[in-house]
């Protein structure tokens, strides 16, 4: 569905990507992992349109991304979840979704996704109407995927969605995730919890330095002792 084929990106005239080509299937859930300053999240927001392409060819089902403005995107049926969740931290939770589904499709079907969000994640239900300030760090979290489902995107991008978070809520977001996949979404997920975000993949890339090092099925990545050191971060080695 998801097609990036050998797409370079500058910050002005500073390279960012060089030759980055990947794919997602539909309903497939794909993960980027990588060090530190690899670019995981320059692609994934090249994907989302808020970075334009140098050069090469992005497409979702066919149709051509790399020329459309990036309001454009989510009508194609994109929606991202940033790194940092973004919320809107003096408005309440039920403002914060109903901003995901402006689009008129959305709009339409607006409580129908609400209730679908409140199903997903309980814990927002009884927090509809107070301010998404007040929310721990993890409901934040769930605030933030579900304002990106309310778009009822066929590709749901995620930057970082544990970032911050404590070990459980980790778990309880990345069970979400597999939920939302399950239920026909296609999932790009960056994440630096690199055992959590293979464990739930089907396939993984893995970048370094702009450039794509790896790819393949996640139990194929860790078999290969140099990706665990180089840039899986896990050693192979016995104690």
Same mark, same amino acid.
């Given at each position: 569905m998801?097609?990036?084929?050998?797409?370079?990106?500058?910050?002005?005239?500073?390279?960012?990507?060089?030759?980055?080509?990947?794919?997602?299937?539909?309903?497939?859930?794909?993960?980027?992992v990588?060090?530190n300053?690899?670019?995981?999240?320059?692609?994934?927001?090249?994907?989302?349109g808020?970075?334009?392409?140098s050069?090469?060819?992005?497409?979702l089902?066919?149709?051509?991304?790399?020329?459309?403005?990036?309001?454009?995107?989510?009508?194609?049926?994109?929606?991202?979840?940033?790194?940092?969740?973004?919320?809107f931290?003096?408005?309440?939770?039920?403002?914060?979704l109903e901003?995901?589904?402006?689009?008129? #499709?959305?709009? *339409?079907?607006r409580?129908?996704? %609400?209730?679908?969000?409140?199903?997903?994640?309980? @814990?927002? &239900?009884?927090? +509809?109407d107070r301010?998404?300030?007040?929310?721990?760090?993890?409901?934040?979290?769930?605030?933030?995927?579900?304002r #990106?489902?309310? *778009?009822?995107?066929r590709?749901? %991008?995620?930057?970082?969605p544990?970032?911050?978070? @404590?070990? &459980?809520?980790? +778990?309880?977001?990345?069970?979400?995730?597999?939920?939302?996949?399950?239920g026909?979404?296609?999932?790009?997920?960056?994440?630096?919890?690199?055992?959590?975000?293979?464990?739930?993949?089907?396939?993984?890339?893995?970048?370094?330095e702009?450039?794509?090092?790896?790819?393949?099925?996640?139990?194929?990545?860790?078999?290969?002792?140099?990706?665990?050191?180089?840039?899986?971060?896990?050693?192979t080695?016995?104690?």
């Open positions: 998801l097609s990036v084929e050998r797409i370079s990106v500058h910050y002005g005239a500073a390279p960012a990507l060089f030759d980055v080509s990947l794919n997602v299937g539909a309903s497939e859930l794909v993960c980027i990588g060090p300053g690899a670019g995981k999240s320059t692609l994934i927001n090249t994907v989302a808020l970075n334009r392409v050069s090469g060819a992005l497409s089902a066919g149709r051509d991304l790399a020329h459309l403005p990036a309001h454009r995107f989510c009508a194609e049926g994109i929606a991202i979840v940033p790194e940092g969740r973004r919320l931290g003096g408005m309440t939770v039920r403002e914060n901003l995901g589904s402006l689009l008129a #499709a959305a709009r *339409a079907r409580d129908q996704s %609400l209730e679908r969000a409140c199903a997903m994640f309980p @814990a927002l &239900a009884p927090k +509809l301010p998404a300030r007040t929310l721990s760090g993890g409901q934040q979290q769930m605030v933030a995927i579900a #990106a489902l309310m *778009a009822q995107p590709l749901l %991008l995620l930057d970082e544990s970032l911050g978070l @404590a070990p &459980a809520i980790v +778990l309880e977001l990345f069970r979400a995730i597999q939920r939302i996949n399950a026909g979404t296609a999932v790009l997920l960056v994440e630096q919890n690199v055992a959590a975000a293979l464990d739930i993949s089907a396939r993984a890339y893995v970048l370094d702009g450039r794509v090092v790896a790819e393949g099925a996640p139990q194929a990545l860790l078999a290969q002792p140099h990706i665990h050191r180089a840039y899986l971060g896990i050693s080695e016995s104690n």
